[in-house]
């Protein structure tokens, strides 16, 4: 029975070679690295984004009235001036 022994070349051009593949290696896994910071960033923010409108949706939805409620629905928050009964009884011609 042989033994199999692997064929080694020791040359400076290989060396080279496997060294310029490690560096490209290592400038596209920083390259990658750094696409996943940034995106782990903009995930952060947009789930903040989410929670300030979940928040602002559920301030409105406090605000709502009970279905019971007939009077006029405000959800800007800006005073409403009460309608004037003399204004409902505009003349209307025949």
């Known amino acids: 029975m042989t033994e199999y022994t692997p064929q080694v070349r020791n040359d400076a051009a290989e060396s080279d070679s496997i060294a ?3 560096q490209r290696l290592s400038h596209k896994i920083q390259l990658i690295s750094d696409a996943v910071k940034a995106l782990r960033q903009d995930r952060n923010q947009l789930e903040i984004k989410i929670e300030d409108a979940q ?5 409105i939805l406090s605000r709502l009235p009970d279905q019971s409620d ?3 629905l405000n959800l800007l928050g800006e005073p409403v ?3 004037n009964p ?3 009884n505009e003349p209307t011609t025949h």
């Open 20 to 22: 310029e593949s490690l």
């Open 55 to 59: 928040k602002r949706i559920q301030h």
């Open 70 to 72: 007939g009077r006029q």
């Open 81 to 83: 001036t009460p309608p």
């Open 86 to 88: 003399e204004d409902d």
